[in-house]
């Protein structure tokens, strides 16, 4: 297995390793599904396309950075012909006639799909539990969570089983299980990718987000998935990026010239183990150049109750779609219309889905809705205003990815404790920003992986990208 995908790529493309190869290798590693990573494998289809790709290669050569290249997709994307259950019995059955965007996309940079990943249902949850098809296990330690939603496709980039695996960020979920795991995870800015076949959660938040091995794989995915879609309306017209180029061009063991702006209330509420790992990356970028400014992000503490308001909100009204007719799991025996809605979204959801039905339907209930849903908007735009202000003294903002280490399964966390885990990863999907996760060692308590985030400016993500790449290079060198 090669470090990243940018090595492997090399290789293929200088015909030293072939990617039936490397398809067989990831699928090795997968073995039997031993931790759970992924609700479909899709082995003989991955084989085959890996195949016809080494008939490309041999023939005319590597296309793209992903050409040849194994990986996964969460199971929030549709994918057509194969089953995309949004890791719920509401979707046990349901195979999509159509290809969403990203799984588009991919297919055509000749990418290898293993298979789709584990995760809470319909992207609800930070420890995967919430899920119709078994948790996802943590390989470093089987006692302590992967992180959600995006658990499974997290696993399997670290169990190796893909080089590069796409997972979905409304309100952290590829940072902070790529934080429980060490990998590096980029959401990037809100609009930059479609969300054209993406099982909708809380539309204004949501975005399509990678996790892999280095920084520079981030781009070449983001480069590979930023072409315009007329099919989302929401998506900023902005195709065709070359962030790729962008970090090669301007690579470099320095951070000279570069602010980054961090708010120390932020590093403070953090568990001592985090809290000294933090600073010894807010260190490490000093000695490596940049200068450190304070900033302050105010509003950013009321972000959870904002976001449990909002993402909500928008999720009983998209999920409003799953009524036992016209997709996937439809309650036997009823007698009546009503009655096979009720009992199909009854039985086909699990508890924490109906809990946020039920909290964004009364949001947004006649009579609440000014008091809940319209004030949370207000305080949303204070939150991305904090940050608007924040830029006005730095190029990025430093925070942490989660106040602990991944935690125990035995904990048991209330929902509110578990809702409290997505505090700094939270405010940055409520400003629509691009944000790196990036590993920065282990805990001095329990050994767990531990990272913080670089956040950007909105539509930033090139240069975002592009500094983060020369932090990591400036560390390991
Ligand atoms: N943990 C958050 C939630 O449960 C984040 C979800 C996400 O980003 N999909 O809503």
Known sequence: MFADIFEAHNKLKKKEISSAELTAECLKNLGANKNNSFISITSELALESAKKVDQEISKSGVSSYLHGIPYSLKDLFITKNIRTTAGSKMLHNYIPPYEGYVAKMLKKAGGVLVGKTGCDEFGMGSSNDNTAYGPVTNPLDPNYVPGGSSGGSAISVLEKSSYFSMGTDTGGSVRLPANFCGLVGFKPSYGRISR????????????????????????????????????????????????????????????????????????????????????????????????????ELPHSKYSVAVYYIIATSEASSNLARFDGIHYGYSAKNQTGLEQVYVASRSEGFCDEVKRRILLGTFCLSSGYSDEYFNHACKVRRLIRTDFDKAYEKCDFVFSPVCATTSFRRDEDLTPLQMYMTDLYTIPVNLAGLPSIAIPNGTSSQNKMPTGFQLIGKAFDDERLLSFAHNFMKGVKS
């Open 196 to 295: 054209y076949g993406q099982i909708a959660y809380g539309s204004s938040l949501d975005q399509a987000a990678p996790f892999g091995n280095s920084v520079l794989d981030m781009a070449i995915i983001l480069d590979q998935l930023t072409e315009n879609d007329p099919n989302d309306s929401t998506q900023a017209p902005l195709g065709n990026t070359k962030s790729t180029e962008y970090i090669l061009k301007n690579e470099k063991a320095s951070l000279k010239g570069f602010k980054v702006g961090y708010y120390p209330e932020f590093i403070e509420n953090c568990r001592e183990d985090v809290q000294k790992n933090l600073k010894e990356s807010l260190e490490k970028l000093r000695s490596l150049g940049a200068e450190l400014v304070e900033v």
